[in-house]
C-alpha cells in the first residue's frame, strides 16, 4: 500500500482525499471486467435497457490493531443471477428509499446487522450496468472508526469476509483468470482470491476502481495497463 499508517484515522484521511479527486470511473472498472462488449459501460448504452437501480457499500472498519479491514459476504444460492457470489453489502432501490445513499445503508442493515449513519458515507464511485440482471449499481464508500458487531441474514448471506485492504491492494495487478459462460459465450474473467472464494464479476469492477481512487490520492497510477 502507498504509505504507512500509524493509526486507522490516518487510513482514513487519506480515503476521505481519494473520495474527493475526481473518480477514476470506466478506465479502472474495465480493468477487473469480464473479457466482454465493454459497451454496457456506457451511459447511453444502458439507460436504453431502462435498468433497475440498486446501490452496494463498501465498508472500511480497523481491526484490533488498527489495520483497515473492508467487508464481504458469500450470498447464499438461490434462483438468480449472483446466486453463491461474493459481494459488497447491497441491493435494489426499494419506493420507500429516500436515495440511493439510503438503499445502501438499508441494505448493509439488513444483510449484516450494521447500522452506519449516512454522515459516514464518504462519497460514490462509479455506477455501472450488470447485463445478466439489469441491474444498474450505485457503489457508495464508507468507513467506521470502530470495528462494529456483525450479524449476518441467515437467509441472504451464506457467510460474511473481512478482508486486510492492503493485501488486497498489493494484489492490484496480480489477479487470476477462469472461464465463465455468458449465454452462448465463454469468456475470461479476472478474479481476486480471498480465503477460498473468488471475488470477481460487479464485485470486482467496484473493488477495482476503488484501488484505483485510492491510488490517486498518492498520485500513483495504477500498476497494470488496460486491456
Not at 441474514?153 to 472461464?179: H, I, P, Q
Request: hydrophobic share 35%; glycine share 8%.
Amino acid at each position: 500500500m502507498p504509505g504507512k499508517w500509524n493509526t486507522y484515522y490516518e487510513f482514513e484521511a487519506h480515503l476521505k482525499r481519494a473520495m474527493r479527486l475526481p473518480l477514476a470511473g470506466k478506465e479502472a472498472q474495465l480493468r477487473l471486467a469480464p473479457r466482454m462488449d465493454s459497451s454496457r459501460f456506457d451511459p447511453e448504452y444502458y439507460r436504453k435497457m431502462q435498468p433497475r437501480e440498486s446501490a452496494v457499500l463498501c465498508l472500511f472498519y480497523p481491526n484490533e490493531s488498527g489495520s483497515p479491514r473492508l467487508v464481504f459476504m458469500l450470498r447464499r444460492a438461490y434462483k438468480g443471477a449472483h446466486s453463491g457470489q461474493m459481494s459488497f453489502p447491497g441491493g435494489k432501490s426499494d419506493p420507500e428509499d429516500l436515495s440511493l445513499v439510503r438503499t445502501a445503508l438499508r441494505e448493509t442493515r439488513e444483510e449484516i446487522g450494521v447500522e452506519v449513519p449516512e454522515e459516514k458515507v464518504l462519497g460514490a464511485l462509479t455506477e455501472f450496468y450488470i447485463p445478466v440482471s439489469g441491474f444498474l449499481v450505485f457503489p457508495y464508500v464508507a468507513s467506521l472508526q470502530r470495528a462494529p458487531v456483525f450479524s449476518k441474514n441467515e437467509r441472504e448471506v451464506e457467510r460474511l469476509y473481512f478482508a486486510d485492504f492492503e493485501t488486497l491492494y498489493d494484489m492490484a495487478g496480480n489477479w487470476k483468470y477462469f472461464s465463465h459462460r455468458y449465454g452462448e459465450e465463454s469468456v475470461e474473467v479476472p478474479y481476486f482470491s480471498l480465503e477460498d472464494q473468488r471475488i470477481w464479476g460487479a464485485t470486482a469492477v467496484i473493488l477495482g476502481e476503488l484501488m484505483a481512487q485510492f491510488g490517486k490520492a498518492e498520485g500513483i497510477r495504477s500498476r497494470t495497463p488496460i486491456r
